[in-house]
């Protein structure tokens, strides 16, 4: 048997266990919020003094902050490509699947509420260059995204369990920071959808933990390659308008570190919760190659420590065309 005969049989002998975990994570539409919950109902007759106090807000928060969560939304925003990359991985039947498809159009139905309410915010606060906003959107779409994944089920559970996280903790970070700026309903917006990234990111490391009792050696290789590659966000290729492919992401990466929204040594805590959330150092029973992967994986956190010490931020703000 192939090693991806194998896996698919795996993914299929692991549908029923897995089933729990998506019952687990998966709440009905009806019991989660909608963005509609967090918006101005149009036909109020107060919604033009609402969208008022949205602006006034917005413009008084500071100039990476805003760029930061125009930057969460574009990644939000680019969903279609997330979830047509991985419904094509080995051993997803969209059509009979107990739980892995349910799971991946469950989780994109929800992460779907993120954009379309951020979207509809920004367009309210009359701070963004909606054209531009949403000229980068479809470069992201139209480029697609490629992190390594190679269609294998255990490296896309390892990358969205690390992803999810990641946007959990800029989403959460944000909204801390619109909380000080004095933003409170934007604050409560960013932490909802934190919230929801964390539930995400927890089933897709119980998926990972659940694999691990099937095909250890194989999980754990997989983890190992994904961090070899180098845990890229969704957003990388973003790019404006007239502008070469890449540099955008940067400057929203320099923008957010600036902040402490996201840095180098949140990369680091995220592979290091990794590591003790599926007991890396205590596997046993592993191929001679898989035990080389674990323990590059348990020196890696130090090892990339030494590389972030030497990495310098940028002082300099760019001048981001999606902001009025």
């Not at 964390?198 to 997989?222: G, K, T």
Request: some cysteine.
């Amino acid at each position: 048997m192939t090693k991806i005969l194998k896996v698919i049989e795996i993914m299929k002998d692991a549908e029923d266990k897995a089933l729990p975990i998506v019952k687990k994570y998966l709440p009905k539409p009806e019991k989660l919020w909608q963005p509609a919950d967090f918006l101005p109902v149009s036909t109020d007759e107060n919604f033009e003094e609402e969208v008022k106090e949205i602006q006034e807000l917005s413009n008084a928060l500071d100039y990476d902050l805003f760029s930061v969560l125009v930057g969460d939304t574009v990644t939000e925003e680019a969903l279609p490509t997330y979830q047509t990359w991985l419904m094509q991985t080995e051993g997803f039947d969209q059509q009979n699947s107990k739980s892995w498809a349910q799971w991946l159009r469950g989780w994109t139905a929800e992460e779907n509420r993120h954009g379309d309410l951020l979207n509809t915010y920004l367009y309210l606060s009359g701070r963004v260059n909606m054209w531009e906003f949403q000229v980068t959107i479809q470069y992201l779409l139209q480029d697609g995204f490629f992190v390594g994944m190679e269609h294998s089920p255990y490296k896309s559970f390892v990358y969205t369990s690390f992803q999810e996280m990641a946007t959990n903790i800029t989403h959460r970070r944000v909204a801390t920071a619109c909380k000080k700026q004095g933003n409170a309903p934007l604050a409560k917006i960013c932490a909802a959808i934190a919230a929801d990234e964390m539930r995400h990111a927890n089933a897709y490391m119980d998926f990972i933990s659940l694999l691990f009792e099937y095909d250890p050696s194989e999980v754990m290789l997989a983890f190992a390659s994904m961090m070899k590659h180098g845990i890229l966000m969704p957003g990388h290729m973003m790019q404006e308008s007239g502008e070469p492919k890449g540099d955008l992401f940067e400057h929203f990466s320099n923008s957010a570190a600036r902040l402490n929204i996201y840095t180098g040594y949140d990369y680091i805590f995220l592979l290091e919760k990794l590591l003790n959330r599926w007991e890396i150092e205590n596997r046993r029973e592993l191929s001679d190659e898989a035990q080389r992967a674990r323990d590059y994986l348990m020196k890696l956190p130090r090892r990339l420590e030494a590389v972030i010490k030497r990495s310098k931020i940028p002082e300099e703000r760019h001048r981001f065309k999606w902001l009025n």
